[in-house]
Structure formats: structure tokens, C-alpha cells
Nanobody, 114 residues
């Protein structure tokens, strides 16, 4: 019943910014911990950021200080602000619930290149 739709990716220059969106149906972000994952070419999909129902956030060291996650809004949408992007941030980005990863969305491609 869970559906996840990611959007907002694109091609940006190093140092640029992007705002990713995640819309969930079948489960409310306000009730569960939500995480952002990314999968770079040739690498495994890794959790890089999360936010709990209380608004507590956690970030991987590789993105700390550059990526932020918004609290879910009334439309069950979570935004991810990505600043000071680096070429190594190039990946397909996904949102999901760490407690249940059986279903994945299409993801959104982020490419950082000069």
C-alpha cells in the first residue's frame, strides 16, 4: 500500500543547490522515521539522512552540514535541501522508511558536474 514518489533532481554545477521532494501515500511521515538514500554508479544504496516523527535528524558524515531534511508538511511531503553539491554527490536519490524497505520509488537522478 506504500507508494513513494521522488522528484527535484537534475544537473547542477559543483557548489550549486537542489531541493528534492518526497511524497508518500499509505504511510504518514509524521508517524514514522523517514530516510533519504542514494545509490552512486557502481556502489550500494546507502542511507545518508533521516528524520524521526519528533523532528530529530541524523546525517552521514559525507553530507553533514550540506544536506538538510524538512519536517513533513500537512500534505505528507518531505523536502531535502542539498547545498554545496560536489561531484561525488552524483547518484540516484530515494526516500523510504528504514523500518520497511520492501517497496522503493523510482528515485530521482542528481548529477553534479562542471
Amino acid at each position: 500500500q506504500v507508494q513513494l514518489v521522488e522528484s527535484g533532481g537534475g544537473l547542477v554545477q559543483p557548489g550549486g543547490s537542489l531541493r528534492l521532494s518526497c511524497v508518500a501515500s499509505g504511510r504518514s511521515f509524521s508517524s514514522y522515521t523517514m530516510g533519504w538514500y542514494r545509490q552512486a554508479p557502481g556502489k550500494q544504496r546507502d542511507l545518508v539522512a533521516s528524520i524521526t516523527s519528533r523532528g530529530s535528524t541524523n546525517y552521514a558524515d559525507s553530507v553533514k552540514g550540506r544536506f538538510t531534511i524538512s519536517s513533513p508538511n500537512a500534505k505528507n511531503t518531505v523536502y531535502r535541501q542539498m547545498n554545496s553539491l560536489k561531484p561525488e554527490d552524483t547518484a540516484v536519490y530515494y526516500c523510504n522508511f528504514p523500518a520497511q524497505l520492501a517497496v522503493w520509488g523510482q528515485g530521482t537522478q542528481v548529477t553534479v558536474s562542471s
